[in-house]
């Protein structure tokens, strides 16, 4: 297939590479595998990978214009940081490293919810013609290789089963709690998951509480735009946790396995790099176009898309001190009960980028 070409179908799209290898971690046989020089190659990428380079290269000839984008040195670094991560297990305090690979490995399972939640036909919300980018494809293979990837998919085991591996390597079989409900509730889902229908029907009432575009454009569509400037954001903001994860389970003196976790999460990684860039393509190319709203009026989209996005931002920036708030109430709680917990607590405080002050607020630590 040459990749000029700017149509695909579904199963292009989903289409793997041959392996020479597939990757088997614990005897789970997960996605993806080794090619003849041994290398990871990620799953679903035979097609998906050079469409979305073909997909960007056209719009950046047609429109001159950066990508819709976030540096990842803009997104708050992981908490806590690798140094006070490392004082923890070096005391033997493993409980809260444990649960933050349970947590990740959790929250990409909810990726599986992906493949739903999309507007019918997006073209037709669209002045000009969609056909040959990242947007019409969205429904046709780019939104269920995302879902496959993370949740994995019928006997291939995904990111979420790849996480809890390399947890169960390098903590060697911890006792693990199950942590779906409460991350469901901090991520604001409902407490069960929802049929289809239901679903859309919540995030079709949701944007209309939230809305930011005219009225007269379909809510769904603001939703489906909302919730992929959300994923973006979580994707990006993953790298430092990839990074942090991987320089932790690489290191012997702090885990077990021989490096062995660390290579897992690696591959993780290289799977999320075709997620990061078809959002960023199609939501680039809304950016650049112009909605048709249900009366037939239509709306030049490029501010519009940055409300939502400088919404978004801010959102994901809530979200993460929230998430630092739950992961300091864990581990104050694990050092509680340690003979030198106090102690302890306060030297993980002076290695931090920021602290707790008694209001409940963060301050940027002068420390470090
Ligand atoms: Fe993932
Ligand atoms: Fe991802």
């Given at each position: 297939m040459a990749f000029n070409e700017l149509n695909f179908d579904f199963s292009d799209l989903l289409a793997s590479h041959q392996y020479r290898e597939p990757l088997v971690v614990r005897g789970i046989r997960c996605h993806g595998g080794y090619n003849d020089s041994g290398n990871y190659v990620s799953p679903r990428t035979r097609n998906r990978v050079p469409a979305i380079r073909a997909w960007q290269d056209r719009y950046k000839q047609e429109f001159g214009q950066p990508l819709l984008d976030r540096a990842v040195e803009e997104t708050p670094p992981h908490y806590p940081n690798l140094a006070q991560a490392k004082l923890l297990l070096c005391n033997g305090i493993r409980e809260p490293m444990i649960r933050t690979l349970t947590r990740i490995g959790t929250v990409e399972g909810f990726?599986?919810?992906?493949?739903?939640?999309?507007?019918?036909?997006?073209?037709?919300?669209?002045?000009?013609?969609?056909?040959?980018?990242a947007t019409a494809h969205l429904t046709r293979g780019l939104y269920e290789a995302h879902a496959r990837d993370e949740a994995g998919f019928e006997d291939q085991a995904g990111h979420k089963q790849m996480w809890w591996a390399a947890r169960d390597i390098a903590f060697e079989n911890p006792p693990v709690q199950d942590l779906t409900v409460e991350m469901r509730r901090a991520m604001g889902m409902p407490a069960e998951p929802l049929p289809p229908a239901e679903l859309l029907r919540r995030m079709a009432e949701q944007a209309l509480k939230d809305r930011l575009l005219p009225r007269d454009i379909d809510p769904m569509l603001e939703a489906q735009v909302a919730r992929m400037m959300r994923l973006l954001l979580i994707e990006i903001n993953a790298f430092h946790g990839f990074r942090w994860a991987e320089s932790i389970l690489a290191d012997d003196s702090l885990v077990a396995g021989d490096g062995d976790a660390a290579r897992i999460i690696s591959y993780v990684r290289g799977d999320e790099t075709p997620h990061l860039e078809y959002l960023k393509c199609a939501l680039s190319e809304i950016r650049e176009r112009t909605f048709r709203g249900e009366s037939g009026r239509t709306y030049p989209a490029r501010e519009l898309i940055n409300a939502l996005w400088q919404r978004a931002l801010a959102t994901s920036t809530q979200r993460s001190i929230e998430g630092r708030n739950a992961e300091l109430a864990e581990i104050t709680t694990a050092l509680e009960g340690h003979p030198r917990g106090d102690d302890l607590l306060e030297e993980f405080h002076a290695l931090g980028q920021v602290r707790p002050v008694a209001d409940g607020n963060w301050i940027n630590n002068t420390n470090s």
């Open positions: 990726g599986a919810g992906i493949r739903f939640g999309a507007v019918d036909d997006i073209g037709r919300h669209f002045v000009e013609d969609l056909a040959g980018t």
